[in-house]
């Protein structure tokens, strides 16, 4: 059942009718749906252009497909990119359980590996020294809650080991720079930053990569024949319409997400969020509680305040992924990190329509369980 929180996690920030309707209207005189309509072009090379100039590359360096979801562009990414048949993905042990079924459903193998203490990601140092004593073929590193990987490290790990190297940035649009060597994906679901309703981005600078997993969008068709198994992926054009309203407003959107985070900051201080909160506005907002989660729980939604524990329990204690293979130094599958993530972050309410009062609130339920 559905409960009515006072304060809620997440609230999306979509454009409202007025400014969507000129895309709209244009849809609508042109009578064009879906199968890569104007608005779906014109979202993609707007989105290429303002990640390119975010990135400080050429405007025309990037390649951006577009589809149903960031989890159907993961899989038609590992489709286009030609991988061997099982291939072993590496990729961190906490994360959303999509970025773990797209490596599955696609044939390839996940395995994962424990997290940085300092980024709560596997960073580039984690995967070459897991290379010296396990083989993988490819790794898959996520911008966790939203803050970025490292995109040069990881383009340079790439190049000196060989081992193929994409991104998951679901929820990371406007924190993530993006490298033409290094594909990433990105979430455009309503809760995420950057919310159009449901929608995915790949983002490259191999334009062939791309256009594979687009045509994989549909059916696999060229010329009205499919040369290979596709599916049906694609974003429809109410969707881009959507999109390029989002694009406009953007910079607004960011805007209010800092100013909420700063007077979190100010009201609890940085020293329980995530190493890096000076420096990014994530997607959602994590506070460390030591080993104090399940009591901040109770006591934030006993005030009728909601939270979330992403992404836990960890994959290892899904069903779906039971037995899954775990890398680690000593051969012992222990993620000693996220472990002890577990019993600490709780997930605390985040959008551009908290007031102060609301801050102030959570901020009193989480000092009346770990004190002031
Ligand atoms: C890390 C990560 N990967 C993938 C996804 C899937 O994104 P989508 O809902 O657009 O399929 C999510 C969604 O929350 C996510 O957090």
């Avoid at 304060?7 to 199968?35: G, H, Q």
């Avoid at 989105?47 to 149903?68: C, H, N, R």
Wanted: aromatic content about 8%; glycine content about 8%; proline content about 5%.
């Amino acid at each position: 059942m559905l409960k009515d929180w006072r304060i809620k996690c997440l609230v999306p920030d979509l454009p409202e009718l007025d400014e969507v309707a000129p895309f709209i209207r244009r849809m609508d005189t042109a009578r064009w749906y879906s199968n890569f309509g104007p608005l779906v072009s014109e979202f993609e090379q707007a989105m290429a252009g303002m990640l390119a100039k975010t990135s400080a590359l050429p405007a025309d360096s990037l390649s951006v497909a577009s589809f149903s979801s960031a989890t159907t562009a993961l899989e038609l990414l590992f489709r286009a990119a030609g991988l061997k048949e099982g291939a072993r993905i590496l990729t961190p042990a906490l994360t959303f359980a999509a970025t773990a079924s797209s490596i599955r459903i696609t044939g390839h193998t996940p395995v994962l590996c424990d997290v940085d203490t300092h980024t709560w990601d596997l960073t580039p140092a984690i995967a070459r020294a897991l290379l010296k004593t396990h083989q993988f073929d490819a790794v898959l590193p996520v911008a966790i809650y939203g803050f970025p990987v490292d995109m040069d490290a990881w383009a340079a790990f790439q190049a000196e080991t060989g081992v193929r190297v994409f991104v998951d940035a679901a929820a990371a649009l406007g924190q993530q720079a993006v490298h033409p060597d290094v594909p990433v994906c990105f979430s455009l679901h309503a809760t995420k930053p950057f919310g159009i309703g449901e929608g995915g981005i790949l983002v490259t600078g191999d334009a062939e990569l791309a256009g594979h997993a687009r045509r994989l969008s549909n059916f696999a068709f060229i010329d009205g024949t499919s040369r290979e198994i596709g599916t049906n992926a694609k974003l429809a054009e109410v969707l881009a319409a959507y999109g390029l309203a989002q694009i406009g407003r953007f910079d607004a959107v960011q805007t209010r997400r800092r100013e909420v985070l700063d007077q979190y900051l100010a009201r609890l201080g940085a020293g329980r969020f995530h190493p890096r909160i000076n420096d990014f506005v994530p997607g959602t907002l994590l506070y460390d509680t030591g080993d104090r989660a399940q009591a901040a729980v109770a006591r934030l939604n006993g005030a009728g305040i909601q939270t979330r524990q992403w992404y836990f329990p960890p994959l290892r204690d899904h069903a779906a992924f039971a037995g899954i293979e775990i890398l680690s130094a000593g051969g012992t599958g222990a993620m000693p990190v996220v472990d002890r993530l577990q019993t600490g972050l709780v997930g605390l309410p985040f959008h551009a329509f908290l007031s102060g009062a609301d801050i102030d609130e959570i901020a009193e339920g989480l000092e009346a369980v770990l004190g002031a």
